[in-house]
């Protein structure tokens, strides 16, 4: 099988994954999790597909880098607002965030 279609398949999964623990999982970390799970599935497709391209694609790994950075950044952030959270209410619901805005 062709060194590409594995890292496709892998790729899928790990969205797959990340879709199935966003849509099933109630808890706001393991939400951001999930989150984290499908940016990674998108990187590995950015660096496969960069590696096995006829042609040079320099810039697809300063993508991958990117968005690596700002999926650091943003799971800075979520986590931050759940501790606060969790601080004030004693609990994490995401049910319940809505509740939080007034």
Same mark, same amino acid.
């Given at each position: 099988?062709?060194?590409? $279609?594995?890292?496709?398949?892998?790729?899928?999964?790990? %969205? @797959? #994954? /990340? #879709?199935?623990?966003?849509?099933?999982? =109630?808890?706001?970390?393991?939400?951001? %999790? &999930?989150?984290?799970?499908?940016?990674?599935?998108?990187?590995?497709?950015?660096? @496969?597909? @960069? =590696?096995? @391209?006829?042609?040079?694609?320099?810039? &697809?790994?300063?993508? &991958?880098? %990117? $968005?690596?950075?700002?999926?650091?950044?943003?799971? &800075?952030? /979520?986590?931050?607002?759940?501790?606060?959270?969790? =601080?004030? =209410?004693?609990? $994490?619901? $995401?049910?319940?965030?809505?509740?939080?805005?007034?």
């Amino acid at each position: 099988m062709n060194d590409l $279609v594995i890292y496709v398949v892998g790729s899928t999964l790990f %969205f @797959a #994954i /990340g #879709i199935y623990g966003l849509l099933s999982k =109630r808890s706001a970390i393991r939400m951001l %999790f &999930a989150i984290e799970i499908i940016i990674n599935a998108a990187n590995l497709n950015i660096a @496969a597909f @960069a =590696r096995y @391209a006829p042609y040079d694609l320099g810039g &697809a790994q300063a993508i &991958a880098m %990117f $968005v690596i950075s700002i999926a650091a950044a943003e799971a &800075a952030v /979520g986590l931050a607002i759940i501790i606060e959270a969790f =601080r004030l =209410r004693g609990k $994490v619901n $995401v049910d319940e965030m809505n509740e939080m805005k007034g």
